[in-house]
């Protein structure tokens, strides 16, 4: 199937970059508040099979997130589901435009530009803490492998 096929731009080792937002601070007259730097690492692989990706991220020492990329044929869509070390678990429906994906959840939304050469990412974060989107964090990814 075409689609599984699609989440293969995901697959490798990857380093990031970038800058991290948040906290009470935050606001939509300083949306930049609280910033600090990202850094990290994460690492993707297909699932026997091949239809599912595995994606394990460890970033800035304690944030780690592992997440499960997919096509679901019932629904007819891409899904991400991810837990994370501070005991979330959230799910986002995915959408593709090209070389970008759009990753869209109830507590956050990401948008995952790939270069023409599927060697970065530009990643974009943001988070709904108080019913406004704020940015959560940017960053660029660059293959390892």
């Known amino acids: 199937m075409a689609e599984h096929e699609e989440l293969a731009v995901f697959l490798g080792d990857w380093h990031a970059e970038g800058t991290s937002y948040g906290g009470d601070e935050q606001s939509l007259d300083n949306p930049h508040a609280g910033a600090s730097p990202w850094n990290s690492i994460h ?6 099979g091949n239809y599912f990706i595995v994606q394990d991220e460890r970033a800035n020492g304690p944030f780690d997130t592992l997440s499960l990329m997919g ?3 019932e629904a007819g869509r ?3 589901r991810t837990i994370e070390n501070h005991g979330f678990a959230r799910d986002y429906t995915v959408t593709v435009d090209g070389r970008t994906w759009t990753l869209t959840g109830g507590h956050e939304r990401a948008t995952y ?11 974009t974060w943001e988070w709904k803490p108080a019913g406004v989107w704020l940015p959560l964090c940017d960053r660029t990814a660059h293959r390892v492998n």
Not at 43 to 48: C, D, E, I, K, L
Not at 113 to 123: M, Y
């Open 43 to 48: 690492s993707a692989r297909w699932h026997s």
């Open 71 to 73: 096509w679901d044929v």
């Open 78 to 80: 891409y899904f991400i």
């Open 113 to 123: 530009r790939f270069s023409v050469d599927g060697r970065s990412q530009e990643i």
